[in-house]
């Protein structure tokens, strides 16, 4: 009903809908074309936004998504399940092949970044949970990366309906094409040996 509305929370909700995007960080500029909203309101909600760590401003003054989003949508079961299941699992791979390993969700021609695990390396491909990309296929959802690869390899049908895809992505020439494409086949098969909806698995 239009009495139960409060303006300023709407208003705070449709900046954080702007950061539904496949780019990363915004200027204050790109944020007043998107929102509709002068700079001066903006500042004002993008302040409260920040003291709750729903964004981020960077040193060079753009903003991004904090953390505060990816800490609730874990809060969701399913979510948390599916941690349980596949973080350990990129954890070692990430370990074992030095580079970055994610798992992806695909629907309605994007790919989102659920869970991800980044190596020690100081050159790595720093992917995020919450980042989203548009694809052209549903079968190849990898992010093109210059001067980098990503490796995309399925979990269907283990997967519990859902598109769900194990990557492995970084620097051209540090790690084989055959090198990553083994590490990939090999945690896919560790997740397969225990589907997403086995009963022994506690979710955290």
């Known amino acids: 009903m239009a009495q139960d509305r409060v303006e300023a929370v709407e208003r705070a909700l449709t900046v954080l809908e702007a950061f539904d995007s496949p780019r990363e960080h915004f200027t204050l500029a790109e944020l007043a074309h998107t929102t509709g909203f002068y700079k001066s309101t903006l500042l004002r909600l993008l302040s409260s936004l920040e003291r709750y760590d ?3 401003r960077g040193d060079d003054g753009r903003y991004r998504l904090g953390h505060t989003p990816v800490r609730l949508a874990r809060r ?6 599916l941690a349980a299941w596949v973080q350990p699992v990129l ?3 990430a370990e074992r092949s030095g580079e970055t390993s994610a798992l992806l969700e695909v629907t309605a021609g994007h790919a989102e970044c659920r869970l991800v695990t980044l190596p020690d390396n100081s050159l790595r491909h720093d992917l995020r949970p919450g980042m989203r990309w548009p694809i052209v296929h549903d079968h190849d959802p990898a992010l093109e990366l210059a001067g980098g690869f990503m490796l995309c390899q399925s979990l269907s049908p283990s997967s519990g309906g859902l598109s769900l895809w194990l990557t492995l992505s970084g620097p051209n020439g540090r790690l ?3 090198s990553a494409k083994r590490h990939l086949s090999d ?3 560790e997740l397969q040996r225990q589907p ?3 009963s022994k698995r506690e979710a955290p």
């Open 187 to 189: 945690a896919v098969a």
């Open 196 to 198: 997403a909806d086995d």
């Open 91 to 93: 954890n070692g791979l």
């Open 76 to 81: 969701h079961l399913p979510s948390r399940q």
């Open 176 to 178: 084989s094409q055959e």
């Open 54 to 56: 729903y964004v981020q």
